[in-house]
């Protein structure tokens, strides 16, 4: 669609092709793994590590952080060792960044979290999801084990790397000046961020931020809907109080006045953030910050289901260009049923891009058929070797 037209624009190419000995005559990034996990899930995160030594860190030897909100038990941490090419540290969790936080009422957030299992929302009856969301959207950059650090790549139990990545991602994106990394986007589940839109495009109005290109891959094209124009200078209405400070009281999130909002709909589209490589600083950023506390005041963790993926990307379509982005459509993927499998391509020689075709300028049958054309440019192998999905 078009916003993988924007992010595939001539300044996002792949940054390796050909099949490549793995260089790693360079220096390494200050970079590590990033890995949240639970005792019980010991085999699952084995397979991931495996994978990932496998395909990229036995020539790497990038470290491991493993972070826990209980203690990971000595049989995870000895295993662990037993698999790692890189240092490893294994860190716990403090509790300010996982319990409810002081201007939430336990007891309300706990009613709205058994309601939401009521309605048979994903995950949303089961607490530790909610504080897993809300520890990934604010939180696991803060962690004393990522201070020294400036990259991170994301690594969760049970998923498959299929390709071999015989270069470094991390200097790449540093060469290329990428904030953000991604390799497989996909549309939420609406009911777990109802209102999460509104507050994202309030947060843009409230600091009065304009898009960098990046935020309309995330806006529902609304037909024929003239937006009105502001009259000069109009105040615009604040947020509710208790959005801003938080409110223990309140039992649901609380509305925002269609002032604050762009009168835009979200179209559900998100990075999917069990892989991810991006900068640290980005999310130290005051600008992330305030976007991250705006929306954890509204309750949306609790009271919604809100994901730590629809909360990046919101954030990078506020923040962020297309140039910042980059789709790691070479690395092969793989996270419980989806997939990016960049080896079964119809061709696998290395097709010439075509020039940037502008999407509002295209016909319907245009459209898809450079949809089409891009579909295939994504699964084409262009890098590594034995690659199989
Ligand atoms: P899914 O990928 O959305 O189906 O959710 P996962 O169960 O894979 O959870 C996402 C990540 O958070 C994984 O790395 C999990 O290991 C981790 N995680 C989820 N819940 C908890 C929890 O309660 N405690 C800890 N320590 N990690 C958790
Ligand atoms: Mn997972």
Same mark, same amino acid.
């Given at each position: 669609g078009m916003w993988r037209r924007k992010i595939s624009?001539?300044?996002?190419?792949?940054f390796v092709t050909g099949c490549l000995e793995p260089d790693t005559s360079q220096p390494r990034a200050n970079a590590a793994f990033v890995v949240l996990a639970r005792n019980k899930e010991l085999d699952g995160v084995i397979q991931s590590v495996k994978s990932i030594e496998r395909h990229f860190n036995r020539w790497y030897h990038y470290p491991y952080v493993f972070l826990n909100d209980a203690d990971f038990n000595s049989t995870f941490k000895e295993t662990i060792m037993n698999y790692t090419s890189g240092s490893v540290e294994f860190g716990k969790i403090d509790h300010k960044y996982w319990d409810f936080p002081p201007w939430i009422d336990p007891k309300v957030a706990k009613e709205g979290i058994a309601k939401q299992g009521d309605a048979a929302i994903m995950y949303g009856g089961m607490e530790s999801y909610h504080a897993m969301c809300r520890f990934y959207s604010g939180y696991f950059y803060k962690h004393e084990l990522l201070a020294k650090y400036e990259w991170y790549w994301r690594l969760e139990p049970e998923i498959k790397y299929f390709c071999d990545i015989t270069y470094d991602p991390f200097l790449k994106m540093i060469e290329t000046n990428k904030t953000y990394g991604f390799t497989i986007a996909v549309k939420e589940l609406k009911e777990t961020v109802p209102n999460i839109f509104r507050y994202a495009s309030a947060y843009k109005r409230v600091n009065n931020i304009t898009s960098q290109?990046?935020?309309?891959?995330?806006?529902?094209?609304?037909?024929?809907?003239p937006k009105e124009e502001p009259a000069e200078d109009t105040k615009q209405s604040p947020l509710p109080e208790d959005v801003l400070?938080?409110?223990?009281?309140?039992?649901s999130i609380p509305e925002i006045d !269609?002032?604050?909002?762009?009168?835009e709909k979200y179209n559900?589209?998100?990075?999917?953030?069990?892989f991810e490589i991006a900068r640290l600083s980005w999310f130290r950023s005051k600008e992330y910050e305030d976007f991250f506390d705006m929306m954890d005041r509204s309750g949306g963790f609790w009271m919604e289901r809100w994901g730590d993926a629809p909360i990046h990307s919101l954030a990078a379509g506020a923040l962020l260009s297309p140039k910042d982005i980059h789709y790691f459509r070479d690395f092969g993927y793989r996270h419980t049923t989806i997939q990016h499998c960049p080896?079964?391509? !119809?061709?696998r020689q290395i097709t010439p891009r075509p020039p940037f075709l502008e999407t509002t300028t295209l016909d319907e049958k245009k459209r898809k058929e450079e949809d089409e054309y891009w579909d295939t440019w994504d699964t084409v192998k262009e890098n590594g070797v034995g690659c199989r999905c």
């Open positions: 624009e001539e300044h996002d190419k792949v290109g990046l935020w309309e891959m995330f806006v529902e094209p609304q037909p024929e809907k400070r938080g409110d223990p009281s309140r039992t !269609p002032e604050n909002m762009e009168g559900m589209c998100h990075f999917w953030s069990n080896a079964n391509a !119809p061709s």
